[in-house]
């Protein structure tokens, strides 16, 4: 979402100067016409209903493209798009308190997260299927769920949430729920409640700041050193024996990451003669295109009210009816998450005895980055397990087991690490050695 929207603004500004040589072909999901083409007859003839969080920078262009599909095919389903996301005009950091107007970055694109209530609204109009921008990942099954139930969006917060966690169940793991099967293919989902909705979205924006590299420690913003990999005890080939080293830095000043010169004060000079005259076994990389800077984008979040978000949905087959979408009458302002320990922990001593390994042989994970946070969900397969994991993965331990890892930077566009988004996270955590007890290993492994 975050290059979409970079490159949207973009091509709006070349087509400004008369520069853009070319329309894009759309900044949305491209896989979207080759996986939906191909099901548009049956959708019509069992009367499907299908909402899509695919439209990224440009929903109405895809909506368009599908409804031409849909014509060609001569089908008759109708295509409606949410809109609203991009019509916000105030930043406050969620990280840093500051305003947009004193972040002293260049301001490239604003886009906030909206909900299920503009796709329920299209459904409710005669919708066939709903594209929307950048909405809540469960967003579309709220919106169905809403349509389909009949919900009242300003009471029916339980349903609501029941919701909410069905679209979480189909794109991560949810935590706090209890899951049991109920003939296949049937699932029930328990243990969710809902609260009323909170006045504030979140809002991400993106600021055009920085080129990768530079020499000159004053305009520097990010300047790290890092050896990757390890060389074991005994090696076979001189492959096994080398280990990379990682130099990474950003720099507002593009002429200090230029690969096509080696004057100083280029970096690429800089890097060179100290490889030269001071590491033994150092070897230079034939491809020198990882020298050169590259424009990178910080990703942050904020909380942005909803009642002054412009959130609407637009039916084209009625002459482009656009239906706004008013926040609900009745919100809740929520504080700030805050840390807790586990309540009633018991000592790991009366679980029995254990066997040194990793974790992961008896806990599963999902991780993802979100922004600046990276996301971890951990589960177990069996009750006492459960028991043992909650006792056993206290926030100090955690920290222990964290040890020097720091996730994740800034987010995926300018992190520094090599986990941009977080999602080998939980495997690293899942990799660390523990006492795992041996009645759970016998079970069998993950």
């Known amino acids: 979402m975050t290059l979409h929207g970079a490159q949207k603004v973009e091509n709006e500004e070349l087509r400004l100067e008369g520069n853009l040589l070319e329309e ?28 899509v969080n695919a439209g990224a920078c440009d929903t109405q262009l895809l909506a368009k493209v599908v409804a031409d599909e849909i014509a060609r095919q001569n089908l008759n389903l109708k295509v409606a798009y949410v809109e609203g996301d991009t019509k916000i005009n105030k930043f406050v950091s969620f990280i840093t308190g500051e305003n947009l107007k004193d972040c002293g970055y260049t301001l490239k694109r604003l886009q906030c997260y909206l909900g299920g209530a503009s796709i329920a609204e299209a459904l409710n109009n005669g919708a066939d299927i709903v594209f929307c921008g950048r909405v809540a990942k469960a967003a579309p099954s709220v919106g169905v769920g809403l349509w389909w139930h009949g919900w009242n969006r300003e009471k029916d917060f339980d349903q609501i949430a029941g919701s909410l966690i069905c679209g979480h169940l189909i794109e991560s793991c949810p935590e706090g729920v209890v899951m049991a099967e109920e003939g296949k293919p049937l699932v029930r989902v328990t243990g969710v409640r809902g609260l009323p909705h909170p006045p504030l979205r979140k809002t991400w924006i993106e600021r055009q700041v920085r080129y990768s590299a530079g020499d000159a420690i004053k305009e520097l913003s990010s300047f790290k050193f890092s050896v990757n990999g390890y060389r074991p005890d005994v090696t076979r080939n001189q492959n096994v024996a080398t280990c990379d080293v990682r130099i990474f ?27 030269l005259q001071g590491y033994p076994g150092w070897t230079l990389g034939i491809d020198q295109r990882q020298s050169e800077g590259k424009v990178n984008y910080e990703y942050t979040v904020s909380l942005f009210p909803q009642s002054e978000v412009q959130h609407h949905v637009v039916l084209p087959w009625l002459e482009n009816k656009t239906i706004d979408i008013l926040p609900p009458k009745d919100m809740k302002l929520y504080p700030r998450q805050s840390n807790y320990e586990i309540k009633d922990v018991v000592d790991l001593r009366t679980f029995g005895p254990t066997t040194r390994g990793a974790m992961g042989w008896v806990v599963g994970c999902h991780s993802g980055g979100n922004a600046s946070d990276a996301n971890v969900d951990f589960y177990v397969r069996n009750d006492d397990e459960w028991g043992w994991l909650r006792s056993f993965l206290t926030i100090r331990k955690t920290k222990l087991m964290l040890d020097e890892e720091d996730h994740l930077d800034r987010g995926f566009n300018s992190t520094s690490t090599y986990d941009t988004l977080g999602k080998n996270f939980g495997e690293y955590l899942r990799a660390k050695w523990v006492d795992t007890l041996n009645r759970f290993l016998e079970r069998g492994r993950f």
Do not use: Y
Not at 24 to 51: H, Q, S, Y
Not at 249 to 273: A, E, I, W, Y
């Open 24 to 51: 894009p072909a759309g900044l949305f999901d491209p896989t979207v016409l080759e996986n939906l083409a191909p099901a548009l007859p049956d959708i019509a003839r069992k009367g499907f209903k299908a909402a």
């Open 249 to 275: 830095f950003q720099t507002k000043n593009k002429k200090l990451v230029d690969k096509s010169t080696l004057h100083v004060p280029g970096f690429n000079r800089r890097c060179m003669d100290n490889g």
